[in-house]
């Protein structure tokens, strides 16, 4: 549930993320998203071919936040489908 966004559909959680190079990565301006409630499903309408060449150009970005307990958190918080719990390398 999200405060506020109590009326019609809304897509809260997109997972693998961006960040992480998920197809989310992906979309450009103009592209067709079809969004299949029915069958929980979220659809990029553009050929195999063009998702592959932008999978080859796509790098992720650099972190913003490079020292202190914010870099730390970045490089250990999981994605939002697993929970987004900390794993501590060597620990888990």
């Given amino acids: 549930r999200f405060s506020g966004a109590s009326r019609g559909a809304s897509i809260g959680h ?3 993320e961006a960040a992480v190079g998920g197809p989310i990565a992906l979309v450009e301006e103009g592209d067709i998203i079809e ?3 029915n069958n929980y499903a979220i ?3 553009v050929s195999d071919e063009e998702l592959e060449k932008r ?3 796509w790098s992720p970005r650099e972190p913003k936040v490079t020292t202190g307990y914010l870099s730390r958190y970045a ?3 999981t994605s939002g489908n697993r929970g ?4 501590v390398p060597g620990k888990n």
């Fill in 35 to 37: 969004i299949d409630i």
């Fill in 14 to 16: 997109v997972s693998p």
């Fill in 43 to 45: 659809n990029l309408k």
């Fill in 75 to 77: 490089a250990m918080v």
């Fill in 84 to 87: 987004a719990i900390l794993e």
């Fill in 55 to 57: 999978r080859k150009e």
